[in-house]
């Protein structure tokens, strides 16, 4: 009896959605733009913050050393400054191992090379490349390394990481600001489109619910049919949201690798991993939405 009873309330919710097929697809178009907003809104903090972890990884302090530092003299700095709390890794490269690489990253330019030849010896230096543990520590980092007095170092560099990644998180709270505000008015605007659809349908079956009424049926069973219609509604534009968001989402990976070089960063692979969490939660949303829309309109309009 019951299955029977859920099925004739589906039957009815699928005759409300066809017998008001215009505002139903307006309805389910207002929320694929909700949803849209919302996984664009997804997609930028995925980037942004994929794009600072990378930073974070490629981020390095260099001590640059005097040519004729003895090995033992170095080794002894290197050691020293490993047992710094705030050093995740420190690394030696010598002054081979930095003209090789110097001839490597310059080899499409002959004329970096010929002059490296007229000097007829190595002009670079030994270096000492150390990475930060936490990048929160990268100043207190700095000051521990500007204590060190020692004859062998030369030079260092300490670029000023944190501003690149200040501005990229200032960035990307300007945009999350105007994504939320994008879709808190998408949302606003799904609530009152279908509500306004659910008050056109009781109003459709005006009389088709009295009778419903006369021969016995209870406030649940007439009320059923419009919750289920907001929960299709549901179903209906995630379905879609889906398919207009992937093709997307395809695109703009290109542009990603070109623009992100050397950062891993795969938008599509992320949706992939997290696809049943991302699109089940926002179908959840969606059905509470329309959920409690289609029950609003019910208390003001259906009178049962």
Do not use: C
């Amino acid at each position: 009896m019951f299955i029977l009873s859920f099925l004739r309330i589906i039957k009815f919710s699928f005759q409300d959605i066809g017998r008001n097929i215009w505002l139903s697809i307006v309805t389910i178009t207002i929320l694929i733009l909700a949803l849209f907003s919302v996984n664009m809104l997804l997609t930028v903090d995925v980037i942004t913050k994929a794009a600072v972890n990378s930073i974070k990884e490629k981020i390095d302090i260099n001590l640059y050393l005097k040519p004729d530092a003895s090995e033992d003299k170095i080794a002894a700095l290197k050691a020293k400054i490993s047992n710094f709390s705030q050093v995740k890794e420190i690394k030696y490269i010598s002054r081979s191992e930095a003209l090789e690489s110097f001839r490597i990253k310059h080899k499409n330019n002959p004329e970096v090379l010929d002059a490296l030849r007229e000097l007829g010896k190595n002009p670079l230096t030994p270096i000492l490349i150390i990475k930060s543990n936490d990048i929160d520590k990268y100043d207190e980092l700095i000051v521990e390394l500007n204590k060190i007095n020692n004859d062998i170092i030369e030079s260092r560099n300490f670029e000023d990481h944190k501003e690149i990644l200040t501005k990229i998180n200032n960035i990307s709270n300007k945009i999350n600001k105007a994504g939320i505000i994008v879709s808190l008015i998408f949302i606003i605007i799904s609530i009152l489109v279908v509500f306004n659809a659910i008050r056109v349908a009781i109003y459709t079956h005006r009389k088709e619910i009295g009778i419903m009424k006369l021969v016995g049926a209870s406030n649940a069973f007439v009320k059923a049919p419009f919750l289920i219609s907001g929960i299709i509604y549901a179903i209906v534009g995630v379905i879609i949201a889906v398919a207009i968001f992937y093709p997307f989402l395809t695109i703009l990976q290109p542009y990603l690798e070109t623009f992100f070089v050397s950062y891993d960063i795969n938008i599509v692979s992320y949706y992939n991993a997290n696809f049943i969490k991302i699109f089940g939660l926002q179908f959840l949303g969606a059905a509470l939405i329309n959920v409690v829309a289609s029950f609003t309109a019910l208390r003001k309009y259906s009178k049962v």
